[in-house]
């Protein structure tokens, strides 16, 4: 029974770990009045503390923190750490959610490191990392009718492809490829790599904006 009991809380303790959680602060330097997060919020005008946050600690997960309600306006990704000083969205924040990586473990080998393309020294690596900051493809592994994205796109309508890609390429930047129009639904984060299939968002995504 000891042993069933400590199992039990083992696991409910690894469960609470493994929930994302950030902590805002009303001014920088981790003062004044405080708030922890563990779900979206889709507007703090219903917590009190909205456009207030001014430093934040992210203990787990990866956050998107929005400009405005409903995660429009300026977004940023803080990962885990802390920041003292939330800079351009400081007294600015209207909205938060915690963000599903896009890796799951099926990003091509040729690229496991965030930062950028591993240069291997093979020239075809190197002109791999050559091109527009995103594509798109229609079917899983690169195959199918392509596009070419450079910026922000509230709606793949636009562009003929809404819940039409299967793949994706990732030259520069982290971005963040979302369910609906405008950036919502269920979102994940992609930073540079070749993701042969869109796991979770495989020809459902609708829009698409540079993260960072």
Not at 54 to 79: M, N, Q
């Amino acid at each position: 029974m000891k042993r069933l009991f400590a199992a039990a809380t083992l696991l409910a303790s690894f469960n609470l770990a493994a929930a994302g959680e950030l902590a805002l602060y009303s001014q920088p330097d981790f003062r004044g009045a405080q708030i922890s997060v563990r779900d979206t919020v889709r507007n703090f005008q219903d917590t009190g503390f909205n456009d207030r946050a001014s430093s934040a600690t992210v203990l787990s997960g990866a956050w998107e923190v929005c400009e405005h309600k409903d995660f429009g306006g300026r977004c940023t990704v803080l990962e885990r750490g802390e920041y003292r000083d939330l800079g351009h969205l400081g007294n600015a924040i209207s909205s938060v959610r915690e963000l599903a990586r896009g890796d799951d473990g099926r990003r091509d080998r040729r690229d496991d490191d965030r930062r950028g393309w591993r240069d291997r020294g093979d020239r075809g690596d190197r002109d791999e990392r050559r091109g527009p900051p995103v594509e798109l493809y229609s079917t899983r592994q690169f195959g199918g009718d392509r596009v070419v994205l450079a910026g922000d796109v509230h709606s793949l309508r636009s562009r003929d492809f809404n819940d039409r890609a299967g793949s994706m390429v990732v030259r520069e930047g982290e971005w963040e490829v979302c369910e609906h129009d405008d950036y919502r639904g269920r979102c994940r984060v992609y930073g540079p790599g070749r993701y042969p299939a869109l796991e979770g968002l495989n020809n459902q995504a609708s829009s698409v904006r540079r993260l960072r």
